[in-house]
């Protein structure tokens, strides 16, 4: 497999070209009919198109964040990550779809369930992407609390509005990628026993979990005897319902319009390793 380089001097050339373009609109019925009809040409094709663009996308949205918050450490890296990955995205562009390279594709979504590693180039780093971009929420997180700690807490209404419109399509935007990647592996035949992404309902509920934890052990902690937290699943014909209940205290109603604003969090500040690097937090921001 022969693959086209791409040199630095042309990354912004490439960067201004895709993103002009939006990122194709993708529903759950399309992933699913994609899911029970796998064809590695049609992914493959898609995908060397249509990662680029919405990479490209969110590449183009961080450089319009404000100086100040781009200026921090954790912002940065997240930002020379995607580079990267642009950059290696577009080294499949002029990647043909021959049979011989839709055959290595082909063998290795058969291996992936049998364990079997074959090696393919595109795959390989469809999945590099995937986990170097695996910490982009926390260290984002920990870029908000830089920016903070540098302004004494202090940040403008305009600056908080402008980071809240941004992390929102960023965490969409990394979301529809790693579906798209994710998907590239469905072997075919698989049957599809429920409509969900796992990976979606797995840290919904570890968020979940975590918060009431963290707020029990708050509220409970000097106490010998903590009270547990009550998960209560109920299947109905057309949704399963996932109630959680702990006595940890409860928010303050004066406090409920600011729970979903990525500068708030209940959570205090993070401490700080002997080597001076942030402990991932239990919660805050994440």
Request: proline fraction near 7%; charge should be positive.
């Amino acid at each position: 497999m022969k693959l086209f380089p791409v040199r630095l001097s042309n990354i912004n050339k490439m960067l201004d070209f895709y993103s002009q373009f939006n990122p194709s609109p993708l529903s759950i019925k399309q992933f699913i009919d994609f899911g029970l009809n796998a064809c590695p040409r049609k992914s493959f094709v898609f995908l060397r198109k249509e990662l680029p663009v919405r990479l490209a996308n969110i590449m183009k949205e961080i450089t319009l964040l404000p100086e100040s918050l781009l200026r921090m450490p954790s912002v940065g890296l997240v930002s020379a990550w995607y580079v990267k990955s642009f950059e290696e995205v577009l080294a499949f562009e002029k990647t043909d779809p021959t049979e011989t390279n839709l055959e290595k594709y082909w063998q290795l979504l058969k291996a992936m369930k049998r364990k079997i590693h074959i090696p393919s180039l595109f795959c390989k780093s469809l999945i590099q992407i995937r986990d170097r971009h695996s910490d982009v929420v926390q260290t984002m997180a920990q870029g908000i609390l830089e920016l903070k700690e540098s302004r004494d807490g202090a940040i403008e209404p305009s600056t908080e509005l402008s980071i809240q419109y941004f992390l929102d399509r960023l965490y969409m935007s990394r979301i529809s990628i790693r579906m798209l990647i994710n998907q590239h592996k469905i072997d075919k035949g698989n049957p599809i026993k429920i409509v969900y992404v796992p990976s979606h309902l797995y840290h919904m509920l570890f968020e979940l979990f975590k918060n009431s934890m963290r707020a029990v052990m708050e509220h409970h902690g000097t106490e010998n005897d903590v009270p547990p937290i009550k998960v209560t699943i109920v299947k109905g014909k057309e949704d399963v319902c996932v109630k959680m209940s702990d006595q940890g205290g409860g928010i303050a109603r004066s406090q409920v319009d600011q729970l979903f604003k990525y500068m708030y969090s209940t959570a205090p500040q993070p401490p700080k390793s002997k080597t001076d690097l942030p402990l991932v937090p239990l919660a805050g921001m994440t």
